[in-house]
């Protein structure tokens, strides 16, 4: 009898204590080298040599984070560590200071240092920004993410629209690579009030212009980073029209220059499901010193179309790391779990669920990138007609998609995890899921999103320029015939009464989401001269 035909021993609680250390010790010890398919990816979106310049790199952050970051995340999230509002000094006086566990700032720290928001001093580096990202996500938000987010914007906008004096006096400081000196920056954006998140056109927070420059007043409702240096604010000056078309853009110091309190006060941290680490607050402004964004007029439009649109793709990048971050954990728990007799992962339905997580992760790593591609070439001046409109119509549809399958991935590896999968400290998996639920809604809901694409397909016929794209893209006949049947679906959806259209491209959205991710996967796989894209066929 050879050892392997031997029975193996059954377990006992000593071996399978071993086998779950063995778990933690085989998952990737290096989150950017063990990943082929996001190197394959930004290979072929940045070309063989630009990927040569910024592995190294690239290795080194994705090992700190499958080391250091990881075990910094999980301090930072335990219960007892989460931020907390204190409000007054011992003197008396407010201060609204938001106290963070030390394992804040050094995440922080380690994140920044990596220019994930200086490289933004010169257009055309996303695809490099937004491969650090996704190795953040491999935290969830981790308490960084939406910073992040709301920084980019933030830096986006003022490249934008400001004028010199104002990029001059926060440009710098927003691209400083030390998170925790005191000349460096990092941005917020408040948009929603009690009356509507979705309805922003319902904002009645005011903006006043003074003789010392403009002032705001009024209350905000999610405020998401209220720690942060600058806050950008819609607001409406006196006498500005209804809805958004009167609202402006501006930025609301946390501070005065001189360093007194700019008349920013929070009410409370919100009690949240998920990004926890990350203090959202409300805020009450009373009289805050705030610089207009470039024109007041059209101040809305230039919200949605920088700060927004640059939020849902960072959040799309989130749900990937998230993704990949699901996967490793499923994937190397079921190698080590033991049950029946074996491992769980020689059973067909366990390799089904890890299948899926793969294939799950691959298509919307690709699809996501594909559009961060767009924005460099945007950025760079490089861009064509057709991808600035296939920029603008799938960035809300991958916003949806992405944020949805990231929530179904991580509960499917919950499910690989069994009950342990429900642990909160057995491990990152309920916080990730947590986080999920969040991007699902913030920078748009299902619905909103759906209604923006329906808007946007009226009035500019982006669906035109999205299958021109994917045609260039798409390399299988199957995904052809797709994109065929998914054209027909659009001009059949646009023919519609309003209500029922509204109804149809939901369903449709979720469908052309997948021969958008795939046509993306094809496009990669092909120039790596490969021919394994049929893998990923559903
Ligand atoms: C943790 C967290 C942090 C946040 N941080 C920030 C922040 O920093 N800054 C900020 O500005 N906001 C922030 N938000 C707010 C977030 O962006 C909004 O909550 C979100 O956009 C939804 O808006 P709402 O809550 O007003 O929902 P509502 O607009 O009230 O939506 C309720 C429901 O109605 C549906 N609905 C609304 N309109 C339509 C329509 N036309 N057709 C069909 N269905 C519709 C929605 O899809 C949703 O299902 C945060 C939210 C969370 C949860």
Redesign the pocket.
């Known amino acids: 009898m050879s050892a392997h035909d031997r029975p193996a021993p059954a377990p006992n609680p000593e071996s399978t204590r071993r086998a779950l250390r063995a778990w933690e010790l085989d998952k990737a010890a290096n989150h950017f080298t063990s990943d082929v398919d996001l190197q394959r990816v930004l290979r072929h979106h940045l070309g063989t040599r630009a990927f040569a310049d910024a592995h190294d790199d690239l290795a080194a952050f994705g090992a700190e984070s499958a080391t250091e970051i990881d075990a910094l995340v999980r301090e930072n999230n335990r219960d007892e560590n989460l931020p907390v509002l204190r409000r007054w000094d011992g003197l008396g006086h407010r201060t609204e200071a938001v106290v963070f566990h030390p394992s804040y700032a050094e995440i922080g720290r380690r994140i920044y240092r990596t220019g994930v928001i200086g490289r933004y001093a010169e257009p055309g580096h996303d695809r490099i920004q937004m491969a650090y990202a996704y190795l953040v996500g491999h935290h969830g938000e981790g308490g960084h993410l ?1 910073p992040l987010a ?1 920084t980019a914007g933030l830096v986006k906008i003022l490249q934008a629209r400001a004028d010199d004096e104002l990029k001059a006096r926060l440009l710098p400081g927003l691209f400083h690579l030390d998170r925790n000196a005191p000349e460096h920056f990092h941005g ?5 009030e009690i ?6 056109g319902t904002n009645v927070v005011t903006a006043r212009e003074t003789p010392e420059g403009w002032a705001i007043s009024g209350e ?6 209220i720690d942060a240096d600058l806050y950008l604010v ?1 607001a409406r000056p006196a006498g500005a029209p209804a809805g958004t078309a009167g609202l402006g853009a501006f930025v609301v110091p946390r501070l005065r220059p001189d360093g007194s309190p700019n008349g920013v006060y929070v009410r409370r941290l ?1 009690y ?4 926890r680490s990350m203090a ?1 607050g409300e805020a009450d402004f009373v009289d805050a010193l705030a610089w207009p964004v470039g024109a007041v007029e059209g101040g809305f439009k230039a919200v949605v179309d920088i700060v927004l649109n640059t939020s849902r793709l960072y959040n799309a990048v989130a749900a990937c790391g998230i993704m990949r971050r699901a996967e490793i954990e499923a994937t190397t728990y079921a190698r080590h779990r033991q049950a029946f007799g074996g491992p769980i992962d020689r059973f067909p339905l366990v390799q089904r669920s890890l299948r899926f997580l793969a294939r799950e992760r691959r298509l919307a790593v690709a699809g996501t990138f594909e559009l961060v591609a767009l924005v460099d070439r945007m950025a760079l001046g490089t861009a064509s007609a057709d991808e600035r409109d296939v920029f603008r119509l799938v960035v809300n549809m991958n916003k949806y998609w992405t944020s949805v399958r990231s929530t179904a991935a991580v509960h499917e590896a919950i499910e690989v995890l069994g009950g342990n999968g429900a642990i909160e400290d057995f491990s990152v998996l309920p916080r990730l899921w947590r986080d999920c639920i ?1 991007l699902e ?8 999103l ?2 923006q694409v329906l808007k946007d397909l009226h009035k500019f016929r982006l669906h035109e320029a999205y299958f021109r794209h994917l045609e260039t893209l798409a390399r299988q006949p199957e995904t052809r015939a797709r994109l065929a049947a998914d054209r027909e679906a659009f001009d059949r959806v646009l023919s519609l009464p309003p209500d029922e259209a ?1 109804l149809a491209l939901r369903d449709l959205i979720d469908r052309t989401m997948v021969t958008w991710q795939t046509a993306c996967w094809e496009a990669v796989e092909s120039a790596a001269g490969a021919s394994s894209a049929a893998a990923v066929a559903r």
């Open positions: 939406c709301c917020a954006q408040f948009l929603t009356q509507g998140g979705s309805d922003v905000k409702w999610f405020c998401s980073v819609t919100k949240k499901l998920g990004t959202s969040v809604s913030w920078e748009g809901t299902h619905n909103v759906t209604m509204s």
